[in-house]
């Protein structure tokens, strides 16, 4: 079992920045593809970005190409979204994933491919 806690959401004005971090347990969830995540209100829960076990390939949805960035740090099993030049329309809950196909080389971008969650972090990008 893996459990996901993600942490880093606020307030931020349009323009500015912030970092996202999930904390991930579990033995193996360092050979799992990690994913972000967002739910707007009202909205269908969409990818953000992904990254694979090896901090290789990654894929991020297009509204946040060159503005959002995914890492990951295995030793201390620890996942991050930096996430720069927010715009209001990037308001949502951002939720982490995991999926648990140990030492993938896909990065899915649909949410039935994950089979953890976090709880989620909120993330408001003011005008």
């Known amino acids: 079992q893996v459990q996901l806690v993600e942490s880093g959401g606020g307030l931020v004005q349009a323009g500015g920045s912030l970092r996202l971090s999930c904390a991930a347990s579990?033995?193996?969830?360092?050979?799992?593809?990690m994913g972000w995540f967002r739910q707007a209100p009202e909205k269908e829960r969409e990818f953000v970005a992904g990254i694979n076990w090896s901090g290789g390939p990654t894929r991020y949805t297009d509204s946040v190409k060159g503005r959002f960035t995914i890492s990951r740090d295995n030793a201390k099993k620890m996942v991050y979204l930096q996430m720069n030049s927010l715009k209001p329309e990037d308001t949502a809950v951002y939720y982490c994933?995991?999926?648990?196909?140990?030492?993938?080389?896909?990065?899915?971008?649909?949410?039935?491919?994950?089979?953890?969650w976090g709880q989620g972090t909120q993330v408001t990008v003011s005008s």
């Open positions: 994933a995991a999926d648990r196909r140990s030492f993938g080389t896909v990065v899915g971008i649909t949410a039935d491919r994950y089979d953890y």
């Open positions: 579990g033995r193996t969830s360092s050979s799992y593809t």
